[in-house]
């Protein structure tokens, strides 16, 4: 009888804190559950419909498009590295740039390409905090709309 009462504590305990943990208790489930993490993904910026795939050829029907290709930092291991070329656009608001999408952005470095983690305000306005799917940590700077060169929306290996 004691080993059932505990058997049933346990379970208790365990579904109280898996519904009130929140993030923790989400990695416990999906690590039993073989279920990877739900991670921030680029926002869908070209639609099936501009997408034209026939015999001998593919097109992609973008305005005002543009072709980016990538230097070796590894910063983006594996999304990218160098060799892969990307079609970026330009966004015209802030609505345009989601926490997952891939930027590019003027930084005193130069040209940088990096995911988006996340976006807020401040006194300042609107920014971005990115950082490179590779590296430990995240870009030193906060990102304004008018550094941003534009939105990753396809990469060609």
């Given at each position: 009888?004691?080993?059932?009462?505990?058997?049933?504590?346990?379970?208790?305990?365990?579904?109280?804190?898996?519904?009130?943990?929140?993030?923790?208790?989400?990695?416990?489930?999906?690590?039993?559950?073989?279920?990877?993490l739900e991670k921030d993904?680029?926002?869908?910026?070209?639609?099936?419909?501009?997408?034209?795939?026939?015999?001998?050829?593919?097109?992609?029907?973008?305005?005002?498009?543009?072709?980016?290709?990538?230097?070796?930092?590894?910063?983006?291991?594996?999304?990218?590295?160098?060799?892969?070329?990307?079609?970026?656009?330009?966004?015209?608001?802030?609505?345009?740039?989601?926490?997952?999408?891939?930027?590019?952005?003027?930084?005193?470095?130069?040209?940088?390409?990096?995911?988006?983690?996340?976006?807020?305000?401040?006194?300042?306005?609107?920014?971005?905090?990115?950082?490179?799917?590779?590296?430990?940590?995240?870009?030193?700077?906060?990102?304004?709309?008018?550094?941003?060169?534009?939105?990753?929306?396809?990469?060609?290996?």
């Open positions: 009888m004691k080993k059932i009462v505990l058997a049933v504590v346990l379970i208790a305990v365990f579904t109280l804190s898996y519904i009130s943990a929140g993030p923790a208790a989400t990695a416990v489930a999906s690590s039993i559950d073989n279920k990877a993904s680029p926002q869908d910026h070209v639609s099936e419909s501009q997408i034209f795939v026939d015999q001998d050829k593919v097109t992609i029907d973008i305005k005002e498009a543009s072709w980016l290709t990538f230097t070796d930092t590894n910063s983006m291991d594996p999304v990218f590295d160098a060799g892969a070329n990307a079609i970026i656009i330009k966004p015209k608001t802030i609505e345009d740039i989601k926490a997952g999408d891939i930027i590019s952005y003027y930084s005193d470095y130069g040209l940088i390409i990096h995911r988006v983690i996340r976006a807020d305000f401040d006194e300042q306005g609107w920014y971005v905090i990115a950082k490179g799917d590779n590296n430990p940590v995240e870009d030193l700077q906060k990102i304004r709309f008018s550094q941003i060169h534009g939105v990753v929306v396809a990469v060609i290996y």
